[in-house]
């Protein structure tokens, strides 16, 4: 396969003579494969001539469209050096089969992007097994994001938000920092002529802002682990691996938990429950304002899902559903909200 095939408009992969220069400090190239189903960076597999395996992610390249504007969203920016600090923060936390980096490279001294290379962990990508693995063992892999989404969660951070950059797109409260994110969002939406209902959105901000003032504490949150991101055993749904912490972030663990069920509106996957407690130790325990965050937390998640429609290039038959399945759940996220 080629670089560039069977990838986005905005997607960038490397060249074997590219691989090379950015991977001699790690061995000689023998061979190279794109991996599916992101939609973001582009990731391909390395073999190295000393038979190790290895995976190489790139950025998205910064780059502006014929209007004048970045393909990047606002919280989009700086991304793999975030994914490369959050992985050297976990490295080692028991229960978390996370990636290990092995390599950096966001000088542009080879390529024009930035480059992050680490472990290939083992097991396949859930999405594409779902359908052939059994109740029990779906259930078990539920179970086991859940206890990994409570172990990122014992990892403290500075400050509530997103660390890219020295904590740009941050704030020293968890309300301050989810209005500067959902008014980037806006702005972006503007931007792309993307309709989200802003008006309805800041709305659902104002009415959750008793219940996001609970939030004291930014705890690591994989703000993104659906079954994409999580690699495992089809046999038995023993989660083998999780990656792309590119948009994990500092703040309210309830996010980690909606972050893989942002297309729903109703309770989350019990068996996903049942993980998180069996790591905690105690119940969940989803009260009214719990329940108002995490109605915002998709609310946010789904006026971004409609947005980078536009900046990716995204086209199919698949969107006319998509489109449907957020309108359809935002009214009734929104009614939890009162909005």
């Known amino acids: 396969m080629s670089a560039g095939e069977g990838l986005l408009p905005t997607q960038r992969a490397l060249a074997t003579p590219e691989l090379a220069a950015v991977l001699a400090p790690l061995g000689q190239v023998r061979s ?8 973001f960076s582009a990731v391909q597999a390395v073999r190295l001539k000393s038979g190790d ?75 594409g097994v779902t359908d052939e693995m059994t109740p029990d063992a779906n259930a078990r892999a539920f179970e086991g994001v859940g206890e990994i989404l409570a172990r990122l969660a014992t990892v403290r951070g500075r400050r509530f938000g997103f660390p890219a950059d ?39 901000l104002d009415a959750a802002g008793e219940a996001l003032a609970e939030v004291d504490e930014p705890r690591l949150v994989h703000a993104d682990l659906w079954h994409g991101n ?5 046999a038995t749904g023993d989660v ?29 996957e019990p068996a ?41 290039g995204f086209s199919g038959e698949w969107l006319a559903s998509h489109r449907a399945s957020i309108r359809e759940n935002r009214d009734r996220l929104s009614a939890i909200l009162g909005v």
């Open 166 to 204: 020295d904590y740009r797109l941050a704030a020293d409260t968890w309300p301050a920092f989810m209005r500067l994110l959902i008014v980037a969002t806006v702005s972006d939406a503007d931007a792309w002529d993307v309709d989200v209902q802003p008006e309805r959105l800041v709305a659902a």
């Open 272 to 312: 996903k429950v049942r993980g998180y407690e069996r790591a905690t130790g105690a119940p969940l325990g989803l009260d009214s304002g719990a329940l108002k965050r995490i109605a915002l937390y998709r609310l946010w998640s789904m006026a971004v899902q409609l947005v980078e429609i536009e900046p990716r």
């Open 230 to 234: 999580v690699l495992v055993d089809p």
């Open 32 to 39: 190279h494969r794109l991996l599916s189903g992101g939609t």
């Open 53 to 127: 395996e290895v995976v190489v992610k790139t950025s998205v390249p910064e780059s502006l469209d014929h209007r004048g504007r970045s393909r990047l969203l606002t919280y989009e920016h700086h991304m793999l050096p975030a994914e490369r600090d959050h992985l050297a923060r976990i490295e080692g936390l028991d229960g978390v089969p996370a990636p290990r980096v092995l390599l950096d490279d966001f000088t542009r001294a080879h390529v024009d992007v930035d480059v992050l290379v680490m472990t290939l962990v083992p097991g396949v990508p859930w999405d």
């Open 240 to 268: 083998r691996g999780v990656v792309d912490f590119e948009r994990s972030l500092f703040g309210d663990p309830l996010w980690g938990l909606a972050g893989g069920e942002t297309h729903d509106s109703g309770p989350f």
